[in-house]
Every structure is written in C-alpha cells, then in structure tokens.
C-alpha cells in the first residue's frame, strides 16, 4: 500500500507538474490536451520548459525592439550607418482610385514569379482594377547563373503571357517588383546591391536592374516600357491604398520579411541628399529592408539554433532578422531543434532519419501541419513525419514535442513581427487608425500566425496612441506595381 501511495504521488505531481507547464506556456486548448494526453516522461517537462524560455518574447524584449527600430530608422535616414537600409521607392503619392488603363507587372520575389496583366477601371467602377496572370518557376541553375541569362529568361515568359506585345509599334507600360535590396535612384532606376533569397546570378550586383531587364526584352522585339521599379513591399502598400485611404505601410511575411511605409521627405535628407523638386510637405514610400536588422534587443533573443543557421547559411552575418521570422527558415530552426533534443536523448530514443539531418529538410508548410493537427493522437502528425522526413514509429510523447517545438517558433516569429509593424506606426505617428497590407504565406496561411501578432500588437505599451489593423493583401505587389506605372505614366504624359 505504501508503495502504491508513493506511485500514486509522484503521478498526480507529474500531472500537476503539467498542468501548471501548459496554463503558462501553452495557448491552445487542444494542444495542451495532447500534451496531458501524451504522459510525458518526468526528462521531458524540463526540457520543454528551457525550450520556451528560450524562445518567448516578453512585451519588454518587444518595447525595446520597437525603441531600437526607431532609432536605426532615423539613422538610416539620415544617411548614418544602419542595418536598416531605409531605402527611397521616389513613389511620393498614393493612388486615387481614378487610375484607367491596361499596365502590366512582373513580380520577381523568389523561385516563384509572376506576370500579370492589370486592368485599371477608374472611380466609377465597382471594381477598381481586374487583373489575369501566370506563375513561372525560376530553374536554380538560372537563379545562379549569369544576369543575362535570368533576365533574358523572365523575357521570354513575358512574351509567352503576353504574345501581342511582340513586335507591337505601342509599347505596353510595365511596373517591375523586385524583392530585393536596391539603390534607388528614379522610378525607374535602380542598382541591385545584393541578391537574398538564394538568388546569386553573376553580373547583376551594381547594375541596374531595369536597364538589364529592358536590354533583354529589347533583344527581343518586345514592346514593353519598364516604367516603375517597385519593392514588393511597395507594391502590397500601393494595392491596397487603391481602395482603403487608411493602408499607410505595406509587408512582406512569407519565405523572406520586409515593410515600407510613408515618411515626410523632409525627414529624408540623408537619403535624397541634393536632389530637387521636393517640396517640404511631400510624402515617399520607404522601404526599410528591415530583414537585415539586428541589434540588442535581437541579439538577447538569439538561440543557439539561430546561431547555428546563420553560421552554416550562405549569407552568415546577414538577414539576422529575417532568420528568425521569416518562411525559409522557420523549419530549419525547428529541425535543429529536434536535432539538439534527440542527441540528448529527449526524442526518438535518440535516434533521427538520414533526411531529417539534411538541411533544410524539415519545411515551413510541414510546421504548418504539424500545428493544424487536431487528432487526440496527433495521427496525421505521425503520417506527416513518416512521409516528409523519413521519422517511423514515433510516439505520442514524440509527437506532442514537435509541435510544441513549431509552436514555439512560429509564435516568436509572430511577436518579433508584432514589435517590427507596431516602431512603423511609432514613426509615422498617425492618431488616426492605419491599416497595414500584409502579403506573405507565413501571414495568410500559417494557422494562428495573425491572430499571435495582432494580440502581441496589443501588448506593446502604447499602442494605443498610434492605433493600427493589420489585414492581408488581396492580390499581392503585383497590381500595386501596375498602379505606380500608371502613375508614372501620367507624369510622363
């Protein structure tokens, strides 16, 4: 009896033990039942309790974020040294809604591009715009190649979406979104200053992009202006300014982060340096490539994991930001995760897949639907294991440490973003409620990402001051793209 009390003891405080873990560190009610479910080993609570001390984010660690954004912001503009790129777009107004014509747009953020044909119908129109596109893939071969080779290959499919341009006497007004860091210096001007994304192409960096890209439509008889060149970011703000007055800022949350936002061009000095024609009450789109920050605050929050992935990746000591929020590495960061719990015996006895060791295995959209599981059992977590990374006969006990590990880091993500949008609205100090434009499939897509960063929006000490609405972006940079050539069209007629 003595020995059955003593069993029983130690059972109700491992089950207390639990409890108190997932009421402090567990949002979810469903998960927290597959954890209680799973009767983890009295090892595992410890260890899962580190794991989310690493990885939490208090309002502190985001107020100071917020603070140290603002500060580099300044800086940046101000032409001092800053992670914070705080780039000029030269797009100084927003769109009216009386925008008429058919523009085109190319969209070049990733792998995945897009060509898109935009029909702008004015203010009498229901609709402002309608739009018809197509998605390319771009070969890796062609993203490492040569510059000639991948802009000579974005040509081609424009002339495959777009055949009547060829050879056209009108040419067609085309606004280019380029995801990338770019110095510039018109609308239609821009030096490439470095590739991210995976992209390395020779013979790009320092070269205008615009120039390269119509040399190539031109070798082949394509009647196409490139008029605007237009960070996505940029292009996701424009598209919804189109219909919604209040969208000031726009984001990017997806396989890589960034945002722009309206500043006063009198704050811009340092960036515009002695170039004329502005007036003290003009407005331009800044794009902040904030991707690249880091500082303090960021540096507190930095794991052993974060550690490990800028060390091997191919960028080491860049992007440290967007390392830890954004799509392309949120997986990475939880497979080593996984890795650095099963060495230590904490998972599968110990024992891992040759697939799961390879990097880069372990995929964002797999985190997604881990974190979508609902079953008692987590069953579709096991398939999923089974299928994308070669993990057989995982447990229970196995299965509730995954996803409380994609929770872990995809909710860190969401509050890092959170500190981020909540230092543009610092800046820009609108009173008034502003909408930010999201696109981005970690925002979209992502189960609870949205929902995570607005309650972390609404933590931050004084937010209140400077309301914001964060809403998705209806159909991306695209037509926001086709919105700044219209506009740039007007200028030149």
Excluded at 244 to 256: E, F, P, R, V
Aim: proline letters at 3%; one cysteine or more; a neutral charge.
């Amino acid at each position: 009896l003595a020995s059955l009390a003593v069993t029983q003891y130690v059972t109700n405080k491992k089950i207390r033990v639990m409890e108190e873990f997932c009421e402090t560190r567990v949002r979810d009610v469903e998960h927290r039942q597959q954890i209680l479910r799973a009767d983890l080993d009295s090892h595992l609570e410890p260890a899962l309790r580190r794991l989310t001390d690493e990885f939490h984010v208090t309002r502190a660690n985001m107020e100071d974020i917020v603070l140290d954004f603002l500060r580099l912001m300044e800086a940046g503009l101000n032409g001092k040294s800053s992670p914070l790129k705080m780039l000029p777009s030269f797009v100084t107004k927003l769109p009216t809604g009386t925008e008429k014509g058919e523009y085109l747009a190319l969209d070049l953020g990733g792998s995945n591009f897009r060509v898109v044909s935009v029909t702008l119908k004015g203010e009498e129109s229901k609709e402002n715009y309608s739009i018809r596109s197509a998605k390319f893939v771009v070969p890796d071969v062609t993203m490492k190649g040569s510059a000639e080779g991948l802009f000579g290959f974005i040509a081609d499919r424009v002339a495959e979406f777009c055949p009547q341009a060829v050879g056209c006497p009108e040419p067609l007004r085309l606004g280019f979104t380029f995801s990338f860091p770019v110095n510039q210096t018109a609308l239609n001007s821009g030096t490439l200053i470095q590739w991210t994304k995976g992209f390395s192409a020779v013979g790009a960096v320092g070269h205008d992009v615009v120039a390269l890209l119509q040399k190539e439509l031109n070798k082949r008889k394509i009647s196409v202006s490139v008029s605007a060149l237009v960070n996505d970011t940029v292009g996701t703000l424009m598209a919804r300014a189109l219909e919604d007055k209040q969208c000031k800022a726009g984001m990017i949350l997806g396989t890589g982060t960034n945002a722009a936002y309206v500043e006063k061009v009198s704050k811009m000095g340092g960036k515009l340096g002695n170039i004329e024609g502005f007036g003290p009450h003009d407005v331009m789109i800044v794009n902040t490539e904030w991707g690249g920050y880091i500082g303090k605050p960021l540096e507190k929050l930095m794991t052993k994991y974060d550690i490990g992935l800028d060390d091997h990746s191919h960028n080491k000591g860049g992007q440290r930001f967007e390392k830890m929020i954004s799509g392309m590495y949120l997986g990475e960061l939880v497979r080593r995760v996984i890795l650095d719990m099963a060495s230590e015996g904490v998972l599968f006895d110990g024992h891992v897949s040759n697939t799961l060791k390879e990097p880069y295995a372990f995929k964002t959209p797999l985190m997604k639907d881990i974190e979508q599981d609902a079953t008692p059992q987590l069953t579709m977590t096991r398939t999923l294991l089974e299928r994308e990374v070669d993990v057989l006969g995982s447990s229970l006990a196995d299965r509730v440490v995954i996803k409380t590990i994609c929770v872990m880091v995809s909710t860190r993500a969401a509050r890092l973003s959170a500190a981020a949008t909540v230092s543009l609205m610092a800046k820009m100090k609108n009173t008034e409620n502003t909408s930010v434009s999201v696109d981005g499939s970690l925002f979209k897509l992502y189960p609870g990402f949205a929902d995570r960063m607005e309650e972390a929006i609404a933590e931050i000490r004084g937010w209140k001051e400077y309301p914001v609405t964060v809403v998705p972006s209806t159909d991306g940079s695209g037509v926001g793209a086709a919105v700044v050539a219209a506009m740039a069209s007007e200028l030149a007629d």
